[in-house]
Antibody, heavy 119, light 107 residues
Framework: EVQLVESGGGLVQPGGSLRLSCVGS????????MNWVRQAPGKGLEWVAN????????NYVDSVKGRFTISRDNAKNSLYLQMNSLRDEDTAVYYC????????????WGQGALVTVSS | DIQMTQSPSSLSASVGDRVTITCRAS??????LNWYQQKPGKAPQLLIY???SLQSGVPSRFSGSGSGTDFTLSISSLQPEDFATYFC?????????FGQGTKVEIK
């Protein structure tokens, strides 16, 4: 069974940093693109970033470029999102999501990690 | 960025009804269109990818169609477990933008 489990969410002050982690199991983690998608409270979905299987290609939405860094450790079946210079508008549930095989999109999602940016 | 616009934003329907949701892209995305269902407090689940391909395990009452800029998600006979919010997503270019969502409520 495919499982994705996020951790690392919490309350942080504006300008602060936080690192999210996601551990995958039940599939060959190193064979898939991986994504972060977020959802602000009561709002829609926003794709944040993704990373290629080997970690050498990374893409970001403009609003987080230069502040967030996606990375992975295939030996640990883990995906990360380092978030710096956090803003109020980064408050959201952050989902880790597996990329579809041979097609852009996502199939399996974690349960989400809540990040609250507030003073 | 490609803008995705869904309509309607919400709808009320009864069990057994046929429901159709529309998604329009701001430019051609060929068939790089996915549909997701999200229930309150839960992560989204993939229903349709490639505009019309049913994800494994998804009931056949769900179907998708379209190409270019106009797409539809149809539910042939609405079931109680289908009351949820539905999102379209384009995978044609980065960032992979989502529509704003369509909430399907019980009439």
């Amino acid at each position: 069974e495919v499982q994705l489990v996020e951790s690392g969410g919490g309350l942080v002050q504006p300008g602060g940093s936080l690192r999210l982690s996601c551990v995958g199991s039940g599939f060959a983690f190193s064979s898939y693109w991986m994504n972060w998608v977020r959802q602000a409270p009561g709002k829609g979905l926003e794709w944040v970033a993704n990373i290629r299987q080997d970690g050498r290609e990374k893409n970001y939405v403009d609003s987080v470029k230069g502040r967030f860094t996606i990375s992975r450790d295939n030996a640990k079946n883990s995906l990360y999102l380092q978030m710096n210079s956090l803003r109020d508008e980064d408050t959201a549930v952050y989902y880790c999501a597996r990329g579809l095989d041979q097609w852009p999109g996502t199939d399996y999602w974690g349960q989400g990690a809540l990040v609250t940016v507030s003073s | 960025d490609i803008q995705m616009t869904q309509s309607p934003s919400s709808l009320s329907a009864s069990v057994g009804d046929r429901v159709t949701i529309t998604c329009r892209a701001s430019q051609s995305i060929r068939t790089y269109l996915n549909w997701y269902q999200q229930k309150p407090g839960k992560a989204p689940q993939l229903l349709i990818y490639g505009a019309s391909s049913l994800q494994s395990g998804v009931p056949s009452r769900f179907s998708g169609s379209g190409s270019g800029t106009d797409f539809t998600l149809s539910i042939s006979s609405l079931q109680p477990e289908d009351f949820a919010t539905y999102f379209c997503q384009q995978g044609y270019s980065t960032p992979q933008t989502f529509g704003q969502g369509t909430k399907v409520e019980i009439k």
